[in-house]
């Protein structure tokens, strides 16, 4: 009979054994349903980048002048060096007006199937353009950008450095697609997550390990997937359980919106969940501030599930290892106003 050292032994090296092959089946699965962010800036179809287009959008996307009240950029609502959010409830945008939905990240939206909450915009470019004539975001007019950056002399040299051979490169067409390159370098790559999805199993610890095996076995990732852990589909808020009215209320039914179609009452693209750590408050209300209550109110919402304290806190530091490396991003020295420049109207 085996002594009861060498059984203690034996049953130690199974359940190590059996653990190794756990952590290996959980990485297969994490493979299968997710990929990392890749290290460089994806192309864009039509819209191919050339650094001065990207230097370009880089001046355009912190160019105050290009809302009404020359006092807002895409970067007040979009903070580079804060997670590319403004952490409001809703963004504050022309003459203090709140808007009705909270700002998501820019990093990595260039992975999304489609932009906004609802989806309605259907690529970077095209979301580009909505904001600058939002009446409560940059409140100006298609026309008046490019008046505005005509009016600007130094900006003649930028946009013929970008679009070489043009006659005219400053139009609107050109404004937005040169943010939308500019935007698509505002990536996050190398998250724990990434390192783990690329084979290194220690890149999460084992709390977090746990946590992605509840987020795929409780059937988060059955929305939130692939390449941004979510962008990729629509769903309704409220699957099992709708929300109450204070977190989800009546009046933004979401995609219907833009489909007009019953099926789409309350439902809204699966936002990313890259990078969640960084972007309170959470979900397009903005209502919810901590992370943790955003997992719980899913739980519920989505699946219903009642999840534990435990499993709640499990599922946050998994999310913790959706953080990648924030882009550093140099401010660009913008060209100045000269007496003929048009005016801010705050
Ligand atoms: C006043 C605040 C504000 C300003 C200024 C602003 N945005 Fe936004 N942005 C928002 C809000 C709010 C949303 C979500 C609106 C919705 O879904 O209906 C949004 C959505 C987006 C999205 C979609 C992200 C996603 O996950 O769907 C992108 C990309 C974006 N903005 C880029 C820009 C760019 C580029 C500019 C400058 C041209 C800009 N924004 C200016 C507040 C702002
Ligand atoms: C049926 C699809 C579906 C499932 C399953 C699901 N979600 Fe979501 N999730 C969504 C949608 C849709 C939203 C956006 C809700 C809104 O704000 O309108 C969302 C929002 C979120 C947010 C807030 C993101 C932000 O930027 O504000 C977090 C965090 C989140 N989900 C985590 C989870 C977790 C954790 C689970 C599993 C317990 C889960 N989700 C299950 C569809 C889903």
Not at 87 to 115: C, I, K, M
Not at 164 to 174: E, G, L, Q
Request: proline share 8%.
């Amino acid at each position: 009979m085996p002594s009861i050292k060498l059984v203690s032994l034996m049953v130690l090296a199974s359940l190590a054994t059996g653990q190794a092959w756990s952590q290996t089946a959980l990485m297969k699965q994490a493979q299968g349903l997710f990929k990392p962010i890749p290290a460089n800036a994806p192309p864009l179809a039509g819209n191919a980048a050339t650094p001065a287009k990207v230097e370009l959008g880089k001046m355009l996307y912190f160019e105050p002048r290009l809302s009404e009240s020359h006092a807002i950029s895409c970067n007040s609502c979009h903070m580079v060096g804060m997670g590319g959010v403004d952490l409001q409830e809703t963004s504050l945008g022309h003459r203090w007006q709140h808007g009705g939905r909270n700002a998501p990240t820019v990093y990595n939206a260039v992975f999304d199937v489609a932009q906004f909450w609802d989806g309605r915009a259907k690529d970077l470019e095209q979301q580009a353009g909505g904001p600058l004539v939002n009446p409560v975001e940059m409140d100006t007019t298609e026309a008046h950008v490019v008046e505005q950056l005509k009016g600007i002399p130094g900006y003649a040299a930028v946009f013929a450095k970008a679009y070489p051979a043009v006659p005219d490169p400053i139009t609107f067409d050109n404004v937005r697609k040169a943010i939308a390159l500019f935007e698509a370098t505002l990536t996050t790559p190398n998250a724990p997550f990434d390192r783990y999805l690329k084979g290194d199993e220690k890149a999460l610890d084992a709390n977090q390990q746990e946590g992605l095996a509840l987020f795929i076995n409780k059937g988060c990732a059955a929305c939130h997937n692939g390449i941004n852990v979510g962008g990729g589909m629509y769903a309704p808020f409220g699957v099992v359980e709708r929300p109450g009215a204070d977190i989800l209320p009546p009046g933004d039914k979401g995609r219907f919106a833009v489909t007009k179609t019953v099926s789409d009452e309350y439902v809204f693209r699966v936002p990313s969940l890259r990078n969640i750590a960084l972007t309170a408050p959470y979900f397009h209300t903005g209502k919810v501030w901590d992370l943790r209550q955003a997992v719980a109110i899913m739980g519920s919402s989505q699946l219903g599930a009642k999840l534990s304290d435990e499993e709640v806190g499990k599922i946050e530091v998994f999310l913790g290892a959706l953080t990648g490396d924030q882009p550093k991003v140099a401010l660009p020295i913008l060209p100045p106003s000269v007496a003929t420049t048009p005016r801010p109207k705050p």
